[in-house]
């Protein structure tokens, strides 16, 4: 198959406009250079990539598959050209750092603010993962600094305590639990939840202690920040499990304590070797321990 970025083009805009003048115009082609273009290209694919008819073209089964993929490339090359871009505005480096559900919701956004307005030529990446995933990014050197919470096997790595913080029960004020002071998950799995959705972190924390107890959640809902689900829970949809850190004070809402060994989620930064990171994730991550000191 030989085909480039300018033939992916063609195509997208073919697309768009329904007509192959149309498209040549858009992307600069003579309309014959269009046409042997196109013809070119679903002959070195061996497939028809459009029906050709009256009113002009449409993509066959195989030219939207073939778009979906072009729209893919361009996008991501977008995205390089936007992580390019600052270091022709003077960035010098770049820190990649992986956390989960709760540092990103909880802590990092005003520790990193801090940190980002003091050092405005460093960009941060951050993304969320579960907390052994991240282990695994930072010791295979994929990720400068993890921010998890204190369970397992760290691996070896270079570990700094960085927050303090708890998972709680949150329900209703006039739901029946909101009597109670403390109960075990296992006591609950007969819940109907507000979860944050499939994907995030602690989704898949609450998941995999379900599935160890021999239950499975009742997932009522799915939203995208602690915030909707206090409010979600305050509403009577559910109950949820949060940090406790992220709940606010909030008559409609009364929060239980979780017994199970678990329950509390201090936080952690974990490297492979603080002496070894590049300046930029060195100042982070000294940043990030002396917020959390």
């Not at 300018?6 to 498209?23: E, F, H, K, M, Q």
């Not at 739901?175 to 995030?200: M, N, R, Y």
């Not at 929060?255 to 070894?276: K, N, Q």
Request: aromatic share 6%; glycine share 8%.
């Amino acid at each position: 198959m030989h085909y480039d970025l300018p033939d992916l083009r063609l195509v997208a805009a073919i697309a768009d406009c329904g007509a192959l003048s149309r498209a040549a115009e858009r992307v600069h082609l003579a309309p014959s250079s269009a046409s042997h273009r196109l013809s070119q290209l679903e002959a070195s694919l061996g497939v028809a990539l459009f029906e050709r008819h009256a009113r002009g073209l449409t993509p066959t089964v195989a030219g939207e598959s073939l778009l979906r993929h072009a729209r893919q490339v361009f996008a991501q090359l977008e995205q390089m050209h936007a992580d390019l871009a600052p270091y022709a505005s003077g960035l010098n480096a770049q820190v990649t750092v992986f956390a989960n559900t709760n540092a990103i919701n909880c802590f990092l956004p005003e520790d990193l603010g801090d940190f980002l307005r003091e050092h405005p030529q460093i960009r941060v990446s951050l993304e969320e993962q579960p907390s052994p995933a991240i282990v695994g990014a930072v010791a295979a050197g994929q990720v400068d600094i993890g921010v998890v919470a204190a369970e397992g096997d760290f691996g070896g790595l270079e570990v700094t305590p960085y927050r303090r913080d708890r998972l709680v029960l949150i329900v209703a004020a006039e739901h029946p639990l909101a009597q109670k002071t403390e109960i075990a998950f296992a006591d609950v799995l007969s819940e109907s939840f507000v979860c944050l959705h499939a994907g995030s972190a602690i989704h898949t924390f609450m998941m995999n202690h379900a599935a160890r107890l021999g239950g499975r959640l009742d997932v009522r809902i799915q939203v995208r920040s602690f915030a909707a689900v206090c409010r979600m829970v305050g509403a009577g949809v559910g109950i949820g499990m949060v940090p406790r850190s992220s709940v606010a004070a909030d008559e409609r809402l009364q929060t239980v304590e979780i017994a199970d060994a678990w329950a509390p989620r201090d936080l952690h930064l974990c490297v492979r070797e603080r002496a070894a990171l590049g300046p930029a994730a060195r100042a982070l991550f000294d940043h990030l321990a002396t917020m959390g000191a």
